[in-house]
């Protein structure tokens, strides 16, 4: 029910930088947790960041420093900035989101993944 949109993606030289987006939409949700993962051939998704809907974030320790995640909550969307990229920075980036829906007095939670969007970052 809620999709997944990302962009930003693409080809840089280390040191350089990129900017991912995410936007999310749907009908009656509320976001709960937002955030990037990401994935290289024949390896684990891993957690790259996250922020909740209060502004906590969360940072996998091999970016701290370099990435900044952030989000427009009246806009549904994410954005991962990313600086000083190395080659192993080089994966497939997922966007990720946990959201809450309310019907009455019920509610439940569910997630949604982004197709993925190529970063490579060349030496």
């Known amino acids: 029910q809620v999709q997944l949109v990302e962009s930003g993606g693409g080809l840089v030289q280390a040191g350089g930088s990129l900017r991912l987006s995410c936007a999310a939409s749907?009908?009656?949700?509320?976001?709960?947790?937002m955030g990037w993962y990401r994935q290289v051939p024949g390896k684990q998704r891993e957690l790259v960041a996250t922020?909740?809907?209060?502004?906590?974030?969360n940072y996998a320790d091999d970016v701290k420093g370099r990435f900044t995640i952030s989000s427009d909550n009246a806009k549904n969307t994410v954005d991962l900035q990313m600086i000083s990229l190395k080659p192993e920075d080089t994966a497939v980036y997922y966007c990720?989101?946990?959201?809450?829906?309310?019907?009455?007095?019920?509610?439940?939670?569910?997630?949604?993944w982004g197709q993925g969007t190529q970063v490579t970052v060349s030496a």
């Open positions: 990720y989101l946990v959201y809450k829906k309310v019907m009455g007095t019920v509610w439940y939670t569910d997630n949604s």
């Open positions: 749907g009908t009656s949700f509320s976001i709960t947790t």
């Open positions: 922020i909740t809907s209060g502004g906590t974030t």
